[in-house]
């Protein structure tokens, strides 16, 4: 479980397939105390820590074909920024918001305008998303906890702060580029548990 408050960002030292997978050699600050079968949420996605390095003080994760397909990892080449954040601890604050680390889509760059110092990000789906958003509600943006608004049918915006546009990779971002996104994991819940009653008991509740 993860907050999506992002610890530091790391680099990506090399890329590696291995049929549909892929391997990712990350180095970050944090090296020293990273331990294998340990897990990371990399731009949003919690992957397993599989080795260490310590010439190169470097980890070594695996993404699967699926997670390839549903994320941006694939996009991924050596010399890429990574959002990176190590599993919460209990009794730690919850300063963002309850984060699985299983990415639900991805979205696109539509546009990124200044703010009097912040940065208004446009994002656009393939897919709709406004059944599990809903206006000042919460979204992770490569990892990154974020309040959302302006939802439409298929965008959304997001303001991001200098402190976060300096410090995660929310700011190489550029029009276009794919990003990962997992909706708040409540809002998920009761989508299910709604979409079931009314499924159930459509037959008592006629148009």
Not at 48 to 71: F, M, W
Not at 125 to 141: L, N, Q, W
Not at 173 to 186: A, K, Q, S, T, Y
Request: with cysteine; glycine share 8%.
């Amino acid at each position: 479980m993860f907050t999506g408050i992002i610890e530091h960002t790391g680099r990506v030292r090399a890329v590696r397939s291995e049929g549909k997978n892929k391997h990712f050699e990350i180095k970050a600050p944090f090296f020293d105390e990273i331990k294998v079968d340990q897990s990371i949420a990399h731009n949003g996605v919690c992957l397993t820590v599989v080795a260490k390095d310590p010439a190169a003080r470097t980890y070594t994760v695996t993404a699967i074909d699926e997670t390839l397909q549903r994320t941006n990892l694939g996009d991924l080449r050596p010399g890429d920024r990574v959002n990176l954040e190590r599993a919460v601890k209990l009794g730690d604050r919850l300063d963002g918001h309850l984060v699985q680390g299983h990415v639900d889509q991805t979205a696109r760059v539509k546009s990124i305008r200044p703010a009097e110092g912040s940065h208004i990000f446009t994002f656009e789906f393939d897919e709709a998303p406004a059944h599990v958003m809903i206006e000042k509600g919460s979204a992770t943006v490569n990892g990154v906890s974020l309040t959302v608004f302006d939802i439409g049918d298929r965008t959304f915006k997001v303001a991001v702060i200098p402190y976060t546009f300096e410090h995660t990779n929310l700011g190489d971002l550029r029009p276009g580029d794919r990003v990962n996104i997992e909706f708040d994991m409540i809002g998920k819940y009761i989508e299910r548990l709604g979409r079931a009653y009314w499924e159930k008991n459509a037959s008592r509740h006629p148009k």
